[in-house]
């Protein structure tokens, strides 16, 4: 970005510079009108002195104005420096938010810390607690456990372990029920389909870091 906005800056002052440059000199006019004094020493009579002094208050209205010319210029190529600046600012910034907007789409919920309570039938999630059905919370330490261990679980097998049950005699949609159940009790249904994945043809498991796991 600082190399954007310095080639901008060095292009706006490089072209007002030339632009300063190849505008006409403002005392050009008078000093063509001191050359007449100068040259024509035989202009002395009244009409050919008011010529004179009419040609000289028209230099220096004209020097006065080319200096305001001068300055409007200027003030102008400020103004488009500011804003061309600020343009480029704006759209790197918008660049580096779509980008962390797209970084949190992919990742996901970010879990810091994730507090499994049997005893108080609640979860606590980063700051946020959730009170959940003890269920819930056996579905929910079965996934915990599992993603402890780098495991991935089918519904049956999650039916399985909270029932005591053999996987062959639980069904798939038991533990896709339970499954649900929990995401509608963590309250958010967005929050809760970033935390719990369901994989097709695989299973489901918590989208989170191991390492921040712990069940009490």
């Given at each position: 970005?600082?190399?954007?906005?310095?080639?901008?800056?060095?292009?706006?002052?490089?072209?007002?510079?030339?632009l300063m440059f190849t505008l006409p000199d403002a005392n050009a006019f008078n000093a063509r009108v001191e050359?007449?004094?100068?040259?024509?020493?035989?202009?002395?009579?009244?009409?050919?002195?008011?010529?004179?002094?009419?040609?000289?208050?028209?230099?220096?209205?004209?020097?006065?104005?080319?200096?305001?010319?001068?300055?409007?210029?200027?003030?102008?190529?400020?103004?488009?420096?500011?804003?061309?600046?600020?343009?480029?600012?704006?759209?790197?910034?918008?660049?580096?938010?779509?980008?962390?907007?797209?970084?949190?789409?992919?990742?996901?919920?970010?879990?810091?810390?994730?507090?499994?309570?049997?005893?108080?039938?609640?979860?606590?999630?980063?700051?946020?607690?959730?009170?959940?059905?003890?269920?819930?919370?056996?579905?929910?330490?079965?996934?915990?456990?599992?993603?402890?261990?780098?495991?991935?679980?089918?519904?049956?097998?999650?039916?399985?372990?909270?029932?005591?049950?053999?996987?062959?005699?639980?069904?798939?949609?038991a533990g896709a029920t339970r499954i649900k159940r929990l995401r509608d009790g963590l309250g958010n249904q967005?929050?809760?389909?970033?935390?719990?994945?369901?994989?097709?043809?695989?299973?489901?498991?918590?989208?989170?870091?191991?390492?921040?796991?712990?069940?009490?």
């Amino acid at each position: 970005m600082g190399v954007g906005i310095a080639a901008i800056v060095m292009l706006l002052v490089g072209a007002g510079v030339l632009l300063m440059f190849t505008l006409p000199d403002a005392n050009a006019f008078n000093a063509r009108v001191e050359r007449l004094f100068i040259e024509n020493d035989t202009l002395t009579g009244q009409a050919e002195v008011k010529l004179l002094e009419i040609l000289a208050q028209s230099g220096t209205a004209f020097s006065d104005t080319l200096a305001s010319y001068r300055m409007v210029i200027f003030v102008l190529l400020v103004f488009a420096t500011a804003l061309l600046v600020a343009a480029l600012v704006f759209l790197v910034m918008l660049v580096i938010l779509n980008r962390r907007m797209a970084q949190i789409e992919r990742s996901g919920i970010q879990v810091s810390s994730l507090i499994i309570s049997r005893e108080e039938n609640t979860v606590y999630l980063n700051t946020m607690g959730f009170k959940l059905t003890e269920a819930m919370v056996e579905t929910l330490a079965v996934l915990a456990e599992a993603r402890m261990d780098d495991e991935m679980l089918s519904g049956a097998q999650i039916e399985a372990m909270i029932s005591g049950r053999d996987a062959g005699d639980c069904e798939e949609a038991a533990g896709a029920t339970r499954i649900k159940r929990l995401r509608d009790g963590l309250g958010n249904q967005m929050v809760s389909e970033l935390l719990v994945k369901n994989i097709a043809r695989r299973g489901y498991m918590l989208a989170i870091d191991k390492d921040v796991i712990e069940v009490i």
